[in-house]
């Protein structure tokens, strides 16, 4: 028995797929203009057997046997360490940024290094086969194993991948890719699903390292990897968070390793050179200490990066006092002054109050509670800290400062950096040949100030 229905009409957006009941000029969800077309849609009729679905054939955990991935080492140190060890031979991972932060010159350094030992299929629908030849020129890349294709149709792309059968394929980018079973345009969010699905599906049956670069807007909403998240195995982002030649890899996704691995790489005129030993790189090299800058330890993965703090605090001139921050969470900002005023005495309401964390870098890390704090409590008194000393803690709303992971590598790499002193909660267990001066409440950081 079937029921009858009537077809109806909506107005479907070609970029990004929302749906509308009438038409209009301009799309409200993503702001396109022009691009709802009308569609018409009739409803599906249900029959009595249409859900006398078969059984499935479950199977036990135990008997399901397990393997070590097996990875493709770039030789690209910082990348192959975000990925976890190496590129997974049948993942797809995607490589994202905004315009011009370098995503095509890292992934052709990658696939150069790769080139070197297996086969690359590069595919491109954006550049030319000479304009990626020239990239490849500057940075002194052979082309050993290296394969292009100029191609944007998703269909040729899958084809060609399993006739030449590389190691490795990488696609620049996956907004020009199409799939000719769409009339959606390239770049439309149904596009780039359905391209995504298809690279997933040849990665998975034919053991192909896939890589999509991914072009996206500061805010990532429009038709970019955000989209795409959820369907591939690894999510990768290129940031230019400082104002130096320094570029940072974070991994947001992850099936096959941790996401709190961080590569750094520095731009240089021959490509992206590698930054093995990144302790001292946010570290203002000045020799005098001046009020209201501290130096803490950041632990990003499985390396702890130096850092400074600095903390202006001036009087109120008109108003509320100001809270602003550049590279720190400003309700942790907010936490910390509440905490200054109620539990040490240090009179804040009053002054404005400006944070900023050298380099650009952008923490959520609460070991460096006790580092802010004093900061603060420097500028407010106009007293400078010594370069020579690292400031490492957890800050609770009673005052109390609380110890942190990873002391003993934190304290090690302060050691191999020159420092002499380290400031610690009173609980830590640590054996180091600095001096240490253990600090139990905020309010010893104010005493700590008028003894030094």
């Given at each position: 028995?079937?029921?009858?229905?009537?077809?109806?009409?909506?107005?479907?957006?070609?970029?990004?797929?929302?749906?509308?009941?009438?038409?209009?000029?301009?799309?409200?969800?993503?702001?396109?203009?022009?691009?709802?077309?009308?569609?018409?849609?009739?409803?599906?009729?249900?029959?009595?057997?249409?859900?006398?679905?078969?059984?499935?054939?479950?199977?036990?955990?135990?008997?399901?046997?397990?393997?070590?991935?097996?990875?493709?080492?770039?030789?690209?140190?910082?990348?192959?360490?975000?990925?976890?060890?190496?590129?997974?031979?049948?993942?797809?991972?995607?490589?994202?940024?905004?315009?011009?932060?370098?995503?095509s010159t890292l992934?052709?350094?990658?696939?150069?290094?790769?080139?070197?030992?297996?086969?690359?299929?590069?595919?491109?629908?954006?550049?030319?086969?000479?304009?990626?030849?020239?990239?490849?020129?500057?940075?002194?890349?052979?082309?050993?194993?290296?394969?292009?294709?100029?191609?944007?149709?998703?269909?040729?792309?899958?084809?060609?991948?399993?006739?030449?059968?590389?190691?490795?394929?990488?696609?620049?980018?996956?907004q020009t890719i199409?799939?000719?079973?769409?009339?959606?345009?390239?770049?439309?969010?149904?596009?780039?699903?359905?391209?995504?699905?298809?690279?997933?599906?040849?990665?998975?049956?034919?053991?192909?390292?896939?890589?999509?670069?991914?072009?996206?807007?500061?805010?990532?909403?429009?038709?970019?990897?955000?989209?795409?998240?959820?369907?591939?195995?690894a999510v990768l982002?290129?940031?230019?968070?400082?104002?130096?030649?320094?570029?940072?890899?974070?991994?947001?996704?992850?099936?096959?390793?941790?996401?709190?691995?961080?590569?750094?790489?520095?731009?240089?005129?021959?490509?992206?050179?590698?930054?093995?030993?990144?302790?001292?790189?946010?570290?203002?090299?000045?020799?005098?200490?001046?009020?209201?800058?501290?130096?803490?330890?950041?632990?990003?993965?499985?390396?702890?990066?130096?850092?400074?703090?600095?903390?202006?605090?001036?009087?109120?001139?008109?108003?509320?006092?100001?809270?602003?921050?550049?590279?720190?969470?400003?309700?942790?900002?907010?936490?910390?002054?509440?905490?200054?005023?109620?539990?040490?005495?240090?009179?804040?309401?009053?002054?404005?109050?400006?944070?900023?964390?050298?380099?650009?870098?952008?923490?959520?890390?609460?070991?460096?509670?006790?580092?802010?704090?004093?900061?603060?409590?420097?500028?407010?008194?106009?007293?400078?800290?010594?370069?020579?000393?690292?400031?490492?803690?957890?800050?609770?709303?009673?005052?109390?400062?609380?110890?942190?992971?990873?002391?003993?590598?934190?304290?090690?790499?302060?050691?191999?950096?020159?420092?002499?002193?380290?400031?610690?909660?009173?609980?830590?267990?640590?054996?180091?040949?600095?001096?240490?001066?253990?600090?139990?409440?905020?309010?010893?950081?104010?005493?700590?100030?008028?003894?030094?």
């Amino acid at each position: 028995m079937t029921t009858s229905s009537k077809s109806t009409t909506i107005f479907t957006c070609t970029k990004c797929d929302a749906q509308f009941p009438k038409w209009s000029g301009r799309c409200t969800s993503c702001g396109a203009w022009g691009t709802l077309t009308e569609e018409s849609v009739t409803p599906r009729q249900k029959t009595a057997n249409e859900y006398a679905a078969k059984p499935g054939k479950p199977i036990s955990f135990a008997d399901i046997a397990t393997t070590n991935e097996k990875r493709l080492i770039s030789g690209l140190t910082e990348f192959d360490r975000v990925l976890g060890g190496g590129l997974v031979v049948d993942s797809l991972i995607l490589l994202g940024g905004e315009p011009g932060v370098g995503k095509s010159t890292l992934i052709a350094q990658l696939a150069g290094k790769i080139a070197a030992t297996a086969p690359v299929l590069y595919v491109s629908g954006e550049e030319s086969a000479s304009q990626i030849k020239q990239r490849f020129d500057r940075l002194n890349i052979s082309y050993h194993s290296l394969s292009f294709l100029n191609e944007t149709e998703a269909e040729t792309v899958v084809a060609t991948a399993k006739s030449v059968r590389p190691a490795l394929l990488i696609i620049d980018s996956i907004q020009t890719i199409a799939s000719s079973q769409l009339e959606n345009e390239p770049g439309s969010v149904s596009q780039i699903r359905a391209c995504a699905v298809k690279f997933l599906e040849l990665a998975k049956q034919e053991s192909i390292a896939t890589v999509l670069i991914g072009h996206i807007t500061k805010d990532g909403q429009i038709a970019g990897p955000k989209t795409l998240e959820h369907i591939v195995d690894a999510v990768l982002y290129l940031e230019n968070e400082t104002n130096q030649d320094y570029r940072m890899l974070r991994g947001s996704k992850n099936r096959f390793g941790s996401i709190n691995e961080l590569g750094i790489f520095q731009m240089t005129g021959q490509g992206f050179v590698e930054v093995p030993n990144p302790g001292a790189l946010f570290i203002e090299q000045q020799t005098e200490p001046i009020p209201g800058s501290v130096i803490s330890c950041l632990y990003e993965g499985s390396r702890p990066f130096m850092l400074e703090v600095q903390a202006l605090v001036s009087k109120t001139i008109f108003g509320y006092p100001q809270r602003k921050c550049s590279g720190f969470d400003l309700n942790r900002l907010q936490v910390l002054t509440a905490v200054l005023t109620k539990r040490a005495g240090v009179n804040l309401t009053n002054q404005d109050i400006i944070l900023n964390v050298v380099g650009g870098l952008k923490i959520s890390e609460p070991a460096l509670d006790a580092a802010v704090c004093l900061a603060i409590i420097s500028s407010l008194l106009n007293q400078p800290v010594s370069r020579q000393l690292l400031v490492v803690g957890e800050v609770g709303l009673g005052g109390e400062i609380r110890p942190v992971r990873k002391l003993e590598e934190r304290a090690y790499e302060a050691e191999k950096l020159g420092f002499t002193e380290l400031l610690l909660p009173i609980k830590s267990k640590l054996k180091s040949k600095l001096k240490i001066t253990p600090i139990k409440h905020v309010a010893d950081l104010v005493a700590y100030l008028h003894t030094n």
